[in-house]
């Protein structure tokens, strides 16, 4: 009853409303604190979570049907992960391209910098935003005077982080923001790999169509490689016919909980 919030009529506009549209958020809300503290819980068992926990005969002219309880929140959600390693690329921290003198790519190199938009036929091949600030790795962050002058051609490209140590006896999770753009003549030899240390914990490949340039979010449980030193590797390839292949990352870091 009477909850002030966000309104139509312009962007900081609100009302005061009653009724299920606006206590479905509320709702909502508490289903997911109660899934932060049980993830395993299935659908019913949130449900029936909330219903036990929750205060009888409160609600004042409740309505036919009504199981008239008063929704309560009990217990508090886990704390937020701990950052162990971040890097948002925003200064130098040491990543090595071709650490191992192996790469083949003769251009789209991986490089830290900060990205020029290229597109081909409406498809954007390469992003000018990175996720936060103004610099991210890109297959070459330059736009050259067409948009295959600076993608990834004849082969792989890699780049690797700098030694990251890592706690013991936790939950330990990487995750980045990337993307992997491509045209249709690429195929699933071109690729987007990220390792930590010789281990392939994230991979896209390329198919016969075009794929824009989207960030999307990617994380991987590395809690096996707690009390260790590791580095990442991340490397992109053009590695079947020619065709054009860009790939970003922005925003990685490894959290414990």
Known sequence: VSIVSAYNTSDTATASLS???????????????????????TAQQVRDSMVA????????????????LLLFVGGSPPPPPTVVWADNFETNLGWVRNPNGTDTATTGLWSRGTPQTTSWNG??????????????????????????????????TTIQSPAIALPSGVTLTLSFNQYLAHLNNSGSDDFLRVYVGNTLVFQR????TDVGAAWAG???????????????????ADAGIASLVEAGVDDVRITRS
């Open 19 to 41: 009724g299920t549209s606006m206590a479905s958020p509320h709702a909502a809300g508490v289903a997911s604190l109660i899934l932060a503290l049980n993830p395993t819980f």
């Open 53 to 68: 926990a929750a205060t009888p005969n409160k609600v004042v002219n409740p309505g036919a049907g009504s199981p008239n």
């Open 123 to 156: 498809v954007i091949t390469q992003r000018g935003d990175p996720t936060s600030g103004v610099n991210g790795l890109f297959t070459d962050p330059n736009a050259g005077t067409g948009p295959g002058d600076f993608d990834v051609d004849n082969g792989v």
């Open 205 to 208: 490949v390329g198919a016969a």
């Open 218 to 236: 990617a994380s991987a449980n590395i809690s096996g490689f707690g009390g260790q030193t590791v580095r990442i590797r991340i490397e992109a």
